[in-house]
């Protein structure tokens, strides 16, 4: 049955089946991975994107709260070829229109020979062809949503095990993961978690061992003031970043980033540590990287598959940044070391 349209950038729209009601509109990413969806569904990176599920069918271990990396579903819109019931109604209650019953594989190798493309959706009783083309028009490109860090950040700092016997951080909240927070929690650090656009004075006033800069989504270059934060703190205090965090750093030292075909995009992307050699499996949602690193920053690990920067490091500066998600959630723990190696370099 017909009651969902999925209009895609160039004016094509597929039919499909609503499984949440609504319209939506964002730029359409997929993932290749086929667990993890209460993860990503509740990844903020994934804020102003569609998301496809290229693995057939998603939903069938259920939804449980437990697992989710934030209080909200992010993407504006779910595409799949098969939605369970659990979270159809899941995503209905959330608000968030979703669809299913469409080729998802012709989505994904469309994407994947054309880079990303904006998208709008139709879906219920009465939607139409014409309502999900009027979404299309009105989606905007990425790098237009430059108040895309507000959407996503703490509004006011948060604590986290405030009596921990580690490290103190400033986790600079682009749209973070809760799984971050666990990760150095679990290794007794005080978390102080603060807004996107917080000031040096702000930070100050924690006196971190730590500044580390989180995921996030969109296009780093709208996170100005974060920016300028890690520009005031280089060379005074060791820095750690997670993807939009590594972006965010990279720019901030003099580097530069661009926006990429159409990402990286699952949980088996490996990485190569030009240091060990050793390869590890990574999970990355990512449309952005780091074109230059600048002169002050050493490009450490690369992806295997296009030798784009996977790790940056200055070791004189106390910097290790990751483009991949060490946190894992969904995907492997290969990486899970991160969180030891900078919380060592904060020790030293
Ligand atoms: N997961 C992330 O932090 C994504 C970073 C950034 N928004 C990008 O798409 O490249």
Known sequence: MTDAYVAIEGGRVVEARSRAPGTTRGELVFTTAYTGYEESLTDPSYEEQILTFSYPLIGNYG???????????HPRGVVARELTEDVAEWLESEGVPAVDHLDTREIVTGIRDEGAMKCGIAAGPDATEEDALAELEQCKHMSDHTEIGAQVSVGEPEVFNE??????????????????IDSLVERDAVVHVLPYDATEDD??????????????????????????????????????GICLGQQVVASAL???TEKMEFGHRGVNQP???????????????????????????????????????????????????RQYHPEANPGPNDSLD????????VED
């Open 163 to 180: 009596d921990g016997a580690g490290s103190t951080v400033a986790l600079i909240d682009c749209g973070a993961k809760g799984s971050i």
């Open 254 to 256: 003099g580097g530069s």
């Open 271 to 321: 990485v190569r540590d030009l240091r060990t050699d050793r390869v590890v499996m990574t999970t990355q949602n990512h449309g952005y990287t780091v074109a230059e690193p600048g002169d002050r920053l050493e490009v450490t690990q690369v992806n295997v598959n296009d030798d784009t920067p996977e790790g940056l490091e200055n070791d004189d500066l106390d910097i290790i940044t």
């Open 63 to 73: 939804v449980r709260a437990e697992r989710f990396e934030s209080d909200r579903v």
């Open 338 to 345: 991160f969180f030891d190696d900078v919380l060592a370099m």
């Open 203 to 240: 930070v100050a006033a924690i006196d971190p061992d730590l500044l580390f800069i989180s995921n996030g989504p969109g296009d780093p270059e709208n996170f100005e003031q974060t920016k300028t934060l890690v520009d005031s703190y280089v060379g005074e205090t060791p820095m750690a």
